[in-house]
Every structure is written in C-alpha cells, then in structure tokens.
C-alpha cells in the first residue's frame, strides 16, 4: 500500500474508533486544538494536573506535549504523563513551541526530549534547528530564519533523537533519519489564524493514536490531511482569516478519502 | 403558569436583569461559555483566584463550578466561592466533568458535593451514575456508558444528595427527585463542537439566576433553551461544525419566546 | 502630519515591520486578542512565566498587562517583565479589568501603576474612575456607574499617574493631561462579543510598538483603528454576534488608510 492509502485508512481508523488524544498543552490553543481533533474524529481530553494525567494518558490513543504559555510545573506534569505513555507504548508528540526563544523553552524541550521517549516533534525550522544544534533566529514562537534547508535540520534532528521530526512552512518536510518526505499542500492563510501550528500537531496525534508503529507515517498523514483541509477552507474563504478560520473546522470534519487523493503533494525523497 | 410560559418569563428576565454569572471553569472553554452568557442576555465574569472568588460570588445572581482541566488549587477557590453563595442564597451549579475518568475527577466533584449545597448538577450520563454509585465507563470527558437508564440515575442522584440534576444526551433528563422532566430538544451537530456540555451547564446558571426558588425549572429552562438554540443554528449551517459553532451564539442572542413556545418539546413525567 | 494621517503610518509600519506584541493576559482572550493582533498585521507571543517573561519583553515591541482571572503569581511576572520593558524603552499597555469589583483587582493595578512605568491604561469608566479615586460602580468587569464625565476621569487620571489614559465606552476618551481626544467610531454590536475591551487594548499595543515616543497617538490610533473595522464588521453580520465576531478579524485584515481617512471621527480637544 503507497503511503497515500496508508493515510486514507487511517483516516478511517480515526473515524471508525475515535481514539482519545490527551493534550498537555497551551492556554491559546485549548479550545481550537480541541475542535481540531473532534472535528476531525478522535476525541479530545485536555489536562494537565499532575494528579491525574498518568490515569488520563493510560487511556488514550496518543499523547501531545505542547510547551506555548509554558510554566514550569506543567512540565513536570508532562514527564510524569510522557513516562506513563512510554510504558504503555502510546505515542508521545511534542511541539517546542517557541523553543530557541527563550532559555525555559529550550532547557525544557531539551529535558523531554531526555526524559521521554518522543515519537514525533512537530516545530518550525528555527524551534528544530535550535534543538539540533544549528543556528537559527527564533523570535516569540515564530521562526524568523535557519542556517541549514529543512531536509537536512529535519535529517540531522532525527539522527541526534533517534525519532522522527517534522518541520512546517511553506513545504513541509517529515523525516525519520531513514526517510524524507516533502509535503506541498497548505495555504498562505494559514499563517494568518493563531495556532496553526499546534493543530498540525494534534493532526499528527489523532494520525499516531491509529498507527502506533509507524510515526513517519502519522506525521506525513497528519499535515497532508491538515493542509488539505487548509486548501478547501481557503477556497470557501476568500481572502479573509476570520471566516477561514471557521471554515478549516468545517473542511476537517467533511475530508474524505477521495479529497486526500485527489490533492495530496508527497514527495518521498 | 405552565413551565414553559415560566421559561419564557425568565428568558425576559434574565434580558431585564442582566444578572451576573460567575463561572470558576475549565480554560477550554472560558470564552465560549462567557459568550453564550453574554448572548443570552446576562453577564459573564470568569474568576478563579481563592483572594477574590468570594467578592465576585457575592455580587452574582448564580455561580457555575466546572472542573474540566481541574487542578487542586482552584478546588479550594470553588469551595470558598461556593460557600459564600450558599450563605447569601445564590444558586450553585455544578458541572462534574469526566467524573468517573480520574480519581482526582470523581472526588474533587464527591468533596464539593459535601462541603457546599449545589442547587443542580449538570453532566453526561457516565459522570452522573459514577457519583450515584452507578456502574458506568467515562473515557475522557465522554460518557460511553451506564447501567441504567436515565431517569434511574437522576432519581437516584436526585435522593442521594438532595439537589436537582441534569443529564444531557439525546433526550435531556432533569429531576429533583420528586419531578422529573425529559426535554427532547438539540441537534446531533452540538456533539461536533468542544464544550457544548459546558455551555448548558452556563444557561442552567444564567436561568437560575434569575429563579433562586425552583432550581428543577431552571434547569429545564436552561436545557430547552439551548436544546432549541441548537436547533435554529444547525438550520442556518448545513453539516458544518465550524458554522454551526457560530449560528450557535446567533441563535441565542435572537431566541425569544415565540421560538420556545413553537419548539419545545418537554415532556413531565 | 494630522493625526488621521499618524494613525495611517502607524498602521503601515506595523505590516511593514510586524513588531512582536508581548502579552500576559487572562485566559478568556488569550486565543481572541492573539488573533486581532495577528489580523492586524503584528505577531502576539503569550507567556506568562516569571522564569521567561523578561526575555521576551526583551524582543517585543511593546508589552500589553491585562490583569482578568487575575492571580497573585501572575502579578509578579507582570511587574518583572513591565520593568524589563521600562529598563529598553519598550511602552507598557495596562488593562486593570475589573479594577473597583475586587480588592485584588484594585490592589493590583495601583502596584502595578506603582512599580511599572505604563505608557497607556485602557479600561472602562468605572475602572478608570476607581483607580483615579472617583466614585463609582464596577459589577464583575462591568462598569455600571461613575461619577464623573469620562473627560475629567481621563484628565485626574492623567494627571495623577503621569501617563496617557484611554477609557472605552460608546464614545471613546483619550489624554495624556494635556490632549483630550474623543472618538465616536465603533458599533453597538462590540458589546455583544466577550473581550472586545480586551481586544482595544492589544490594538494600543500594537500602534504603540511602532510609535514609542506618542502614547497618546498609539492610542487614538489602535481605538480608531478598531472602532471602524467593528463598524466594517458590522456591515457585514446583520444583528448576529458570532458572525460579527468572525467578521471582526475579517475586517481587521482588511482595513487600509482609506478606511481610515473615509471614517475616523477623531474630535481633538
């Protein structure tokens, strides 16, 4: 099976079992990260207290780590969550967001990425570079410029890692030290509605909670449907980000097999 | 007055009065919930700092506890804030959300059912039974199961803790233990936005605060209201969730008595 | 240059050089008010860590603090980053939400104006009024009353904390002791969505990232930025608040120095 069916099936998958994602993540994007993985299919669990969410990542599909509006006793929290996955053999997403701009962002990207076994980090160039040891410009969580392609930041993260990593921009590219895939669909204005980024990531994760053995493949899966998804929003929008917003809700919910063949850009390198 | 003139009369009250609804809840949906208040016609404040929880609950017509994305402290703020309400006879509402799922969940929601006097309890099925002592499976913040049917379970609910209960599903259940009310109002679409169990829980607030003696009418004011609300805005959206969640505050900002009249369907048992 | 003209400029640059606009702010707008900045044509960062907050005050243009679902440790971070931002020159926006409901609230934006040097409050008549020690009524984070024209509130308050003041309501006061402005731009239907108060603050913040030197005009520029595109906004909802606020951001994208020149009611005193 090419890899475009792989992710149609797993579409499916997401929709016939409706996995449980649990989200340890920031207080911007709780609410839309939540629709993005119902909308979707999966079903969303946000929650963060150390007190619980061993029990809450022992239940779920996958688990997404997301470090905006960071704090330091949420990371803890993270570990304790991480770890528990771990054990289970339940996939661990992580988004650095805004890792590069501050020493708290990268210190504790750095520590999960230590303390938990990672199946996909999803950041933008200058977040991964940061965390690859290559020079880069991370101003707020944006990424303002890398001194390396994507491909190589992307090869030489998931080498130093040992898992896979994937970079989103204008061409996304996935990699697992073994394989590279470049991903050409998205659209300009989903640079204009705030977290975009975070819901590439729960895409990931809703993508990993049906494939636990191959995260390359939730990754690819993820950002090809999410960029999709973005495409059809667009053409329903104009050239407006409020309504676009609106609209990408509605195009993840209506995404089909035959939209993701239709449309789907992957180049495996 | 038939309950549904009584709905009516206090949908033009809470438009009149503007009362204030204080909400201590989950940061998933503290937006959406302050806007469906504000739609409806009252005033949402969101406060949850333990040195000022109980100045807000004194100036507010009710006080909504939820404790979706719990952690312990603001435990202790719901309890002082709760117990300022009862001594000033504000109405507390009580959303148990995923009680059942974590230990944390079901005793935080045990805890605050002793130390304050909760005028109605809002949750699913699953969350509901796990406090009556029912056998039931909550996954997440879903409730894939219970062991006895609705009805049994708000009686039940009803007796043990002496306070009226809402449960929301197809076909809403509210009991006082003496009464009980079926209201088969809403649309499958308000299980396709995050937080929609939230929200009623906010119109169960916004009617109690304006009808401190009969928390049971609230409560079916609350749910009917938004049952129908549910209902205009899927007519305004097609299958669209991303539309739906929008039409959704359109229509309770124009829900008036007419609409309630024409489209209620509850049923007293 | 006329100050119509100002506020033109202002808005060029802020798309032409996207300054970074550092909030720490409630968890109501944290997803709403980083998307009217985003919209804008600036970038939003949201962190609130005292262990990052002075880094990234470090990088942005300017740094909005806005004390709704105040907590005391948030405070704190507030007053490192504010002073940070005072050590390079970078203005701070002051939103004291709810200040007069709670003592906390009141407390804390007078500490605040103490140990940080704000560039410009923005908050509602009451709130104003009770920082400037004239009576009045705020319920929750409504102002219900003051006992002064918004002209002299905006005037003692001036005069008072040395600062520039803006008080938003149906017609909008700016000064800074010496100027008053008036803005009569805006729509009703601005009352309808929750935050939009919020919102007018992150608008300051982000023509104030771009002017350092003129709070006053930062002001009078993010209000009658925004004013008019809720006027825009409104063409565009009919008498519906969820499609308003969609059409909010649209317009907020949109709006040009045409629509600026065509619709500012800017009355300088």
Chains 1, 2, 3 share one sequence.
């Not at 090419?2 to 994007?29: G, S």
């Not at 470049?182 to 895409?203: A, E, Q, W």
């Amino acid at each position: 099976m090419n890899i475009t069916e792989t992710i149609c099936a797993n579409l499916e998958a997401i929709r016939d079992k409706r996995p449980l994602v649990h989200n340890i993540t920031n207080f911007v994007v709780m609410n839309e990260t939540a629709n993005v993985i119902l909308c979707l299919g999966a079903l969303p669990i946000m929650s963060h207290a150390a007190e619980e969410v061993e029990e809450m990542a022992a239940i779920a599909g996958a688990l997404v780590l997301n470090i905006g509006t960071l704090q330091p006793d949420w990371i803890r929290a993270m570990e304790l969550a991480g770890k528990r996955a771990n054990e289970l053999g339940i996939p661990v997403i992580l988004d650095p967001v805004g890792a590069g701009a501050t020493k708290l962002r990268t210190d504790s990207s750095r520590r999960l990425l230590t303390n938990v076994r990672i199946s996909v980090v999803r950041g933008n160039a200058g977040e991964v570079a940061t965390l690859a040891g290559i020079a880069s410009e991370v101003r707020g969580v944006e990424s303002i410029s890398a001194s390396a392609p994507s491909e190589e930041i992307a090869q030489r993260f998931a080498s130093a890692y040992g898992c896979a990593v994937a970079i989103t921009g204008p061409v996304d590219v996935v990699s697992d030290g073994k394989r590279i895939a470049r991903i050409s669909n998205g659209h300009p204005l989903l640079g204009k509605v705030v977290g975009t980024g975070c819901m590439s990531s729960v895409m990931i994760g809703s993508f990993a909670a049906v494939d636990h053995e191959d995260p390359f493949t939730a990754a690819v899966g993820g950002l090809v449907t999410f960029g999709i998804a973005g495409e059809l929003a667009a053409q329903a929008s104009g050239d407006r980000p409020g309504t676009f917003h609106v609209e990408l809700y509605n195009a993840l919910y209506a995404i089909d097999a035959e939209a993701i063949r239709d449309r789907a850009r992957i180049e495996l390198v």
